[in-house]
């Protein structure tokens, strides 16, 4: 599919080639690879049929020295990937995990980021044999959640690989699209990782760490503080890219629109499809992420799902009161389904993930 530009911008791909060529490859890509290419050939050989959905989750750094101390970061902590590759699990899918190191993981996210100490999870058994066993409280859960991990891991269905930096990732997403090309219209991308938008090109990264002072006091050291002045790069709109270039013309694309003015999150979504031409944008607001988003597709339709008021979690920085203040006046009505869950309350992602699943098998059924 060629791209018509009457400005005479420069197309994305040759910004994306430009940023590839000037920053060094990431030391993992070459084991990632490897990896990537035995579990898609495994699924190949003993599920033709199993779909693979790509999941990229968590935020990217932005470092400001070459010998990184200081780099730029946002919000993400993965909640949304993480959670997304377990549903994705249940519907039959096998997941690539391509996440932020450090942030949250498929199921052990049930408990790595509690607000209790995992510690508070267990306790010595009561019949002084030496053992620590889960408390009763906790065991349902828990053996729930072991369970599905235990199925995932004993099938070979979720295959993790960690990235810290934004060009780590988009080496990583590029390298991983084209491995998945074999895999046709069964792959899906799922884009909800928190990519930076601004960085600093390798030439004008400091080597060493940035000093804090600019010490001219000889003797005396007082130094006089200063002010740090960062000029950032756009990072290359790679989805563009990924589209047109790196995946299967038959794969599905899903990317994340994340705003905070519920007046621009829907039209925001559009322009990002008419841009990109790829399949969904899923639109979310950062105060109501958690309990609404909305589909939004090429064909204008604009699908709210929203979980139940009775069964939302609770949020600190969530704000019911704009739970529909996003939505455009239209004469259907808005999606309440109800649903199961590993965790209380509902996760938003257990609404999400059947949807799309419905979605990408009609997509395989009849072409996009």
Known sequence: MSEHRSNGAVPDHEHADEYFHKNPTPKSLSKHQALTREFIQYHLENS????????????????????????????????????????????????????????????????????????????????????????????????????????????????????????????????????????????????????????????????????????????????????????????????????????????????????????LLVSKAEQALKRYRHDLVIGNLLTTRKWEVVFVTRDGAERWLRVPKARRSKSLSGVEELVGKAERKHDREPVDLEGGTVTEGMEIESLIIPELALIHTDMIEHGK
């Open 48 to 263: 033709p049929n199993r779909r693979i959905v790509l999941v990229t989750s968590g935020g990217t750094t932005v470092p400001l020295e070459n010998q990184t101390v200081r780099f730029i970061d946002n919000f993400s902590a993965g909640t949304r990937g993480a959670t997304s590759a377990e549903y994705f699990l249940q519907e039959g899918y096998a997941v690539i995990f391509l996440h932020r190191q450090y942030s949250l993981l498929p199921y052990s996210r049930h408990y790595s980021h509690s607000t209790n100490c995992f510690l508070d999870f267990m306790e010595e058994s009561d019949t002084n044999d030496g053992r620590v066993v889960v408390r009763k409280e906790y065991q349902d859960k828990m053996r729930r959640v072991l369970q599905q991990y235990q199925f995932a891991k004993q099938n070979r269905l979720l295959l993790l690989l960690p990235f810290t930096t934004v060009t780590d990732y988009l080496f990583q997403l590029r390298s991983l699209a084209v491995l998945m090309q074999p895999l046709g219209s069964r792959a899906l991308f799922y884009l909800a990782a928190a990519v930076s938008d601004f960085f600093i090109p390798r030439e004008r990264m400091e080597e060493h760490k940035i000093q804090s002072r600019d010490d001219k006091g000889g003797s005396q050291g007082s130094g006089a503080s200063r002010q740090l002045v960062i000029n950032l790069d756009p990072v290359p709109k790679f989805l563009s890219t990924l589209v047109h270039s790196w995946a299967s013309k038959e794969s599905m694309i899903v990317s994340f629109k994340l705003e905070t003015d519920p007046n």
